[in-house]
Structures are given as C-alpha cells and as structure tokens.
C-alpha cells in the first residue's frame, strides 16, 4: 500500500517540544502529501498518576528492555492521559491550519492483536512472571480507516491504547505502534524524540550513528541503545520488517525537525539491515 509518505512519530517524554513537527505536517500537507502521526504521552500519564496518588511502576524485561507495568488501575488512569494528549494534539494541528482527526487503536479497531496473559520481568537480578498486565502485541493495523481520513483531507492522529483479542482496550508501546502503522502504510517512519538519533556513546553527543544499513551496523546500533532508545531501535527493526521504506530517529526540537530528518538528520535506517 505505497499511499502514505510519512508517519511522523511524536515522543511523549516532556523534553519534546511537538510545535516543530505541527508546523513541518503543515507544511508536507500543504504539498498534498499525505502523513499520518502517532504520538506517545509518557510524561501526561506519569504525571495523572501522580494526581491520583500512584507511583508509576517500570520493569524491566529479560531482554533489557523498559516498559510501563499497566494494572487495571493505571489502565484508566492512561486511558483518560493518552486522550487528553490527543485532543491537545489534534487542536494544535487545527490552529495550524491541518484539517486533523484523533483516533486513538480502539475506534474502529484502528490498532488490534493479542492482549498479553502475563509478562517477563527482571526484579534483583531475577526472571519473574508478572500478572495483571494490561498490555497487548499490535498485529493489525485498519489501514482502510485511515485511508478513509486521509481521502476526506484529514490528518490522522493516532494515539494508543489498542483493541485486545478479548475485547478490551490495552496499552502498548507508542513506537512500536507507529511501527506498525508505518509498516503497514509501506511508509517512511520519522521518529521524533528529544536527542539527535542514536548515539554510540549514550554520554557523548558527537557519537551520532548517522546509518544503519546492514545487519552488522544494525547490531551495533542494538548494542549501543540503552534504556527507552532500545524500544526504538526495536521499533525501527519492525517497522523494516513489516514493510516501511525507512525509518529515521531524529531531534524533535529542532528546526524543521521532520523536514531535517528526511533531508538526512538524525540515525537512518535501511531496509537491508534487517
């Protein structure tokens, strides 16, 4: 489906300034190319938590990755967070003159997969099982629904949580979920996150990995992620896989952020390095 250019992933960490990636959507629009974004919201969830008296849990997987630990209670506590970063989103794109739609991978069973049972984690230094997760794996995306936006000259604006097998809403991760949207799209995914890309040195900043083109540089670039740019990089792996043409981890504070990410900023990587 070679239809959408870009999907422009907006990180939800408080150091992201969105304003750079609104005006460059415009911008691409205004060119009649046809994006779609998704946006994360780490920081509005953490901080609604925090308004309701609940310490945000992270856990750590087997595989070193960090993630959300999303019990019933933090479900509808991120749940009521993610959609208000929508609607804050969406009104941006508006004041900026983009005709834009919020959807979040419940509504129309946007974003859909399997919900996870129970999950892997790594407490003292040992595996644990871990029960009660809200959580699920994105295995379909309804491209049909966003085409159906994008035919009508909206901008998609999709946010999660996504529909259960069980029929329920869950959590997933928000780059992993423009990962599949990209992929499913066959298009360039643009990563928007608050350093220039991937670095070899988390510590120094003039390590920037500039291109991942084969399996060897993408498992360097593996290596060298540490802490939430490992999601990333594992985002950018799936997006390649399942189909997105490129995929590009780059500074949302800059100037032209996605603009400069697709003229080369940034960490780029190529479909051969998977």
Do not use: W
Not at 102 to 115: A, I, T, Y
Not at 165 to 194: E, F, K
Not at 234 to 260: F, H, K
């Amino acid at each position: 489906m070679a239809r959408v250019t870009v999907v422009v992933k907006i990180g939800g960490a408080r150091a992201v300034d969105p304003a750079g990636a609104v005006t460059d959507v415009a911008h691409l629009t205004v060119n009649d190319e046809d994006v779609v974004v998704v946006h994360g919201g780490s920081t509005a969830v953490d901080d609604a938590l925090d308004d309701y008296g609940k310490e945000p849990e992270y856990v750590e997987s087997p595989s070193g990755m960090t993630g959300r630990f999303t019990d019933a209670e933090t479900m509808g506590v991120f749940t009521m967070a993610m959609g208000k970063v929508n609607t804050d989103l969406v009104a941006a794109f508006e004041n900026a003159g983009v005709p834009a739609v919020g959807l979040n991978g419940v509504d129309g069973s946007l974003l859909s997969g399997p919900r996870k049972s129970a999950v892997k984690v790594v407490e003292d230094g040992k595996k644990k099982i871990r029960r009660g997760d809200h959580s699920g794996k994105i295995t379909d995306v309804n491209t049909d629904l966003l085409c159906a936006q994008l035919d009508a000259g909206y901008v998609p604006v999709v946010s999660v949580p996504m529909l259960a097998d069980d029929g329920t809403a869950v959590n997933a991760d928000a780059d992993r979920a423009a990962a599949a949207v990209a992929g499913a799209l066959d298009a360039t995914l643009v990563v928007l996150t608050d350093v220039a890309g991937v670095y070899e040195d988390p510590d120094d900043e003039g390590s920037l990995i500039e291109a991942v083109r084969t399996p060897g540089e993408l498992a360097a670039a593996e290596d060298a992620a540490e802490g939430f740019m490992s999601k990333k990089v594992l985002a950018a792996t799936e997006a390649l896989e399942s189909g997105a043409e490129e995929v590009v981890v780059s500074d949302a504070n800059a100037r032209d952020p996605v603009v400069r990410a697709l003229s080369g900023a940034g960490t780029h990587f190529d479909p051969e390095a998977v």
